[in-house]
């Protein structure tokens, strides 16, 4: 029900913009006709590579063995064991809300808690959809650049939350309610 | 067009063919995939564009590179890693926002900063993360990934 109305909610407002733009030209209100242009500039922007770009990710998504790795998670460690959660993460979509669930199931499978909090920083910011369009607007050269910046610092987070929570009998709960 | 809509349109091209090649209804079902995430997102990311023409018209650049621009210092940095840890704002919406106050005058550095905090820092959701982590944690890790944003963003600044 909620669902239903959040759309009808964009469907409004993207109609209220059009009649308010249609009025603009009718009657030449310039700061309309102004934000049009913004906006044809910026739709034209994004509709030569969004489209293409959920083309590969979908493709990636049929092709990349998710639940693959995902099955192989937890029981490897050391290196190994962190680019598996980084390449698991990378491959997921969505809010960091919807990565919690996942922690818990890591946590269940006895991944470390370096891994867990490494998982949450990859799948924060470096998942492959919002790579492709992070590059289409930012360029290549920031995403690359904030990325490699970004990776050191979560995996050191990892670690410093492991450090911290060694002795303090850590553990996730399904989120279902308290603790 | 652009360099970019050459660049997603030639590696889109290619995959598919050679995804074709290989297996045709691993390609389809790639196809629809793609469709359905592309639909999801496409009314809240008009309606995003539609803000944003709104705000570039009413806000003057010289505004925003005053306060998010190069010589913004530690305000700068402060409204960056404020607004993104408390702001809701999906991962792709927010990646137009971005490009657009780049262009009006704001730095990389600030701009990292922010995309950062909005990803990693979430003050909205804490209620739920710790209802997974428990109160501490959850507080542990979004006080760290603050700092680390602010620590990400001088260090992207440095470099860009």
Not at chain 2, 39 to 68: D, G, R, T
Request: charged residues 10%.
């Amino acid at each position: 029900m909620k669902n239903v109305l959040k759309k009808y909610q964009s469907y409004i407002w993207l109609g209220a913009y059009a009649i308010l733009t249609i009025l603009s030209f009718i009657f030449g209100f310039n700061p309309g006709k102004q934000i049009f242009t913004n906006f044809t500039q910026s739709f034209i922007e994004m509709i030569t590579f969004i489209p293409f770009l959920f083309i590969i990710v979908g493709l990636f998504d049929v092709w990349v063995p998710k639940e693959q790795i995902q099955k192989h998670i937890g029981q490897e460690s050391g290196i190994k064991g962190m680019v598996l959660v980084i390449l698991l993460a990378m491959l997921q979509a969505g809010p960091l809300y919807g990565a919690f669930p996942v922690a818990y199931m890591l946590f269940k499978k006895g991944a470390s808690i370096k891994n867990i909090f490494i998982y949450l920083g990859a799948f924060a910011s470096m998942k492959i959809p919002m790579l492709g369009i992070e590059i289409g607007y930012l360029g290549i050269k920031f995403s690359l650049v904030r990325t490699l910046v970004s990776l050191p610092l979560f995996i050191g987070i990892g670690y410093l939350m492991e450090w911290y929570l060694k002795d303090k009998d850590f553990r996730i709960s399904d989120g279902s309610g308290g603790r | 067009m652009s360099s970019n809509a050459i660049i997603f349109i030639s590696l889109s091209v290619i995959l598919s063919v050679v995804s074709f090649l290989l297996d045709r209804k691993k390609t389809l079902a790639g196809f629809k995939k793609g469709w359905n995430m592309f639909k999801n997102m496409l009314l809240p990311f008009l309606l995003i564009l539609v803000v944003i023409s709104v705000l570039l018209y009413f806000i003057p650049p010289a505004l925003i590179s005053k306060y998010l621009g190069a010589n913004s210092g530690v305000v700068g940095f402060a409204i960056a890693a404020f607004v993104g840890s408390i702001a809701l704002i999906p991962g792709f919406i927010s990646y137009p926002i971005a490009a657009g106050l780049i262009d009006q005058g704001a730095s990389y550095a600030i701009v990292a900063t922010f995309m950062t905090t909005l990803m990693m820092v979430g003050i909205v959701t804490l209620p739920l993360e710790i209802r997974y982590f428990g109160k501490r944690v959850a507080i542990t890790r979004n006080v760290l990934n603050f700092f680390a944003a602010i620590i990400i963003g001088l260090i992207v600044g440095i470099i860009l």
